[in-house]
């Protein structure tokens, strides 16, 4: 039977460090703020949205949510871009998160590219980019929180990635691709496979380690969907679920089936345990944001904390 790994004691021993964290900020003269943005009228992004406000609401930081989806399609990007230089200009926003994936008719890149890198709590930027391709060091730096989170909490299961297989399913910029990269760090042999892979399901059959990260149930998609099941891994494999929609009616669905896999895997996430660590982080990097936006404004108190 698979050990099940749980992120809820670690998310609320995190969330209470940081509860801590924006309590000196405030103390140094610092608001921590965060701006959410909603690109798209999207069941599953207003779920992740609503979550992350509760959040702050509990560790102290201000909040804002903007439903940027009410301007006509033909305008929003203007509206979003517009909306993004203005946050820049704040002090009482010090992180700044476009809830992605954005609509197809939307320049992603171009999106990012206007958030202030140092108010990107996604880690998203082409800096930000630049800073988790090369060093970085996950203390002070903004890196993209499913990536990081995931990380954290197969540290905190004493789960060794070094030379393992590592099959992520999906290649997104928001997952992905940084946890490519995050793997590659520890010594992993991470592969990204996604609609246009040949040998997609050979590669998951020998994986030592299965990260699902599509969100394409095929309860919602009758294209190119997926759903990860036990008859799919090796005995023995770790199985990472990251997927999730909910649908317009409130149902939730995962990229893994829970059940069956757990026959099979030595570990396997609860299906909202890598949500929880998404979140987790983005409390991390809402503060790491506030400090380095204090230490922009050359504030003392910031650098003494820093110390």
């Not at 946050?87 to 171009?110: A, C, E, K, S």
């Not at 930000?128 to 990380?151: E, F, H, Q, V």
């Not at 609860?270 to 998404?278: A, I, L, R, S």
Request: proline content about 5%; aromatic content about 6%; overall charge neutral.
């Amino acid at each position: 039977m698979a050990v099940i790994i749980d992120a809820k004691p670690l998310f609320q021993r995190i969330r209470e460090e940081v509860r801590s964290e924006v309590s000196k900020l405030k103390d140094a003269g610092i608001t921590v703020g965060l701006a959410a943005i909603l690109a798209e009228d999207d069941p599953t992004s207003k779920l992740y949205v609503s979550k992350k406000v509760k959040d702050c609401a509990k560790t102290g930081i201000y909040s804002e949510v903007w439903e940027i989806y009410r301007h006509p399609p033909a305008s929003r990007e203007r509206e979003l871009i517009k909306l993004i230089r203005e946050l820049n200009l704040r002090h009482d926003i010090t992180g700044i998160l476009v809830q992605l994936p954005l609509p197809h008719y939307m320049d992603l890149y171009r999106v990012l590219a206007c958030v202030s890198p140092e108010k990107d709590v996604d880690g998203l930027t082409p800096f930000n980019k630049g800073i988790w391709m090369s060093s970085y060091d996950p203390r002070k730096n903004l890196l993209p929180c499913t990536a990081i989170g995931i990380l954290d909490l197969l540290d905190h299961y004493r789960i060794d990635v070094s030379g393992m297989l590592v099959v992520i399913v999906g290649r997104s910029e928001l997952v992905g691709k940084p946890l490519h990269k995050l793997l590659l760090d520890r010594d992993a042999t991470p592969v990204c496979v996604h609609r246009k892979s040949r040998r997609a399901a050979e590669l998951i059959a020998e994986a030592d380690m299965v990260i699902c990260a599509v969100g394409r149930p095929p309860e919602l998609c009758h294209v190119d969907p997926f759903k990860l099941t036990g008859d799919m891994i090796r005995e023995g494999a770790i199985v990472i679920n990251v997927g999730i929609r909910r649908d317009d009616e409130g149902n939730v669905y995962y990229d893994v089936d829970f059940e069956s896999v757990c026959d099979k895997a030595s570990y396997v996430t609860k299906n909202e345990t890598v949500g929880y660590m998404t979140r987790a982080w983005l409390l991390k990097n809402t503060v790491i944001a506030a400090r380095i936006f204090g230490e922009k404004l050359g504030r003392e108190k910031i650098h003494q904390l820093n110390r």
